[in-house]
């Protein structure tokens, strides 16, 4: 799992790792952390 304040580069095929959703985002959780 990761959380940045910045965009990393997008792992190819996670649902997770959307555009709107870059301010905070967990890749191994089921869904991205708020």
Known sequence: A????TP???PTGS????TAEWGLVDDDA???QA
């Open 2 to 5: 990761w959380t940045r304040t």
């Open 8 to 10: 990393p580069p997008a």
């Open 15 to 18: 649902s997770t790792a959307s």
């Open 30 to 32: 089921p869904g991205p």
